[in-house]
């Protein structure tokens, strides 16, 4: 029972791997993010492939994730009710604005994008599924600034601060910093600290009761507008996450 619950807990830790990798992974890739040996790798991919979780191209020798995968956070988001009341909500802050619209979640020390409905001009660089980091985005810094007290400081202690652009932000003092800042206004913004070309500006989802559920943004290339033309966006942006506030259900 012991072994056959340590290899699930490794096909799982394979299977998270996975989805960081937007275009697949080799095997090798994997072994070593994960600090498996090539052949144990190598049999959780294969396992997950024969199941459905995991796609290979062969030509490529690439692992991805699988349909069933899909399938199964279609099925989640159905369930907890983000897909049906998310989703209008978004085509309407989307339609008012002119700007691609994000929802995420926090999700460990990153946050998962739910869903998005992009603008009519461009297409945003996440998708549902995608796990971006805190430390570089307006959905990240909004999520980690109103998050619990405990998991604030936590994350604010132990994330990782790797860049990913010039302006990302690598002082632990200048993220806490700017996590205060963004609590007092209520709102996050970044510009190109998370991708090149791209501002972003996002404000929280929060209960009647002041918990977080999720964190709402409006995300633009700097040669439509920059973050300050997107801060002109913050009242209807704020009235789709008082919205989004009473639809969505709250997390376990």
Known sequence: MTDRTG????????????????????????????????????RLLNTLVDAGFATYDPQEKRYGLGLRIYQLGQKVAHQRGFEGAAVP????????????????????????????????????????GDRGPLHTSSLGKALLAF????????????VDLTPR????????????????QVHRQGWAGQSEENDIGMAAVAVPVLSPSNR??????????????????LQDHLPELRRAAATLALELPLRP
């Open 212 to 229: 977080l559920i999720a964190a709402v943004s409006l995300a633009a290339p700097v040669f439509r507008t920059d973050l300050r033309g």
């Open 147 to 158: 998050a619990d007290p405990a998991t604030r400081e936590h994350l604010l202690e132990t």
């Open 7 to 42: 290899t699930v807990g490794k096909a799982l830790g394979v299977l998270t791997l996975l989805g960081e990798y937007p275009r697949g992974a080799i095997a090798g890739q994997i072994a070593e993010a994960a600090g498996y040996p090539f052949s144990t790798a190598y």
């Open 165 to 180: 652009t010039e302006h990302s932000v690598t002082d632990r003092d200048e993220l806490r910093h700017q996590i205060e």
């Open 89 to 128: 909500v978004l085509q309407q802050l989307t339609d008012l604005t002119g700007e691609s619209s994000i929802l995420a979640v926090l999700d460990g020390d990153r946050f998962l994008t739910v869903h998005k409905v992009d603008g009519p001009q461009f297409r945003t660089t996440t998708d549902p």
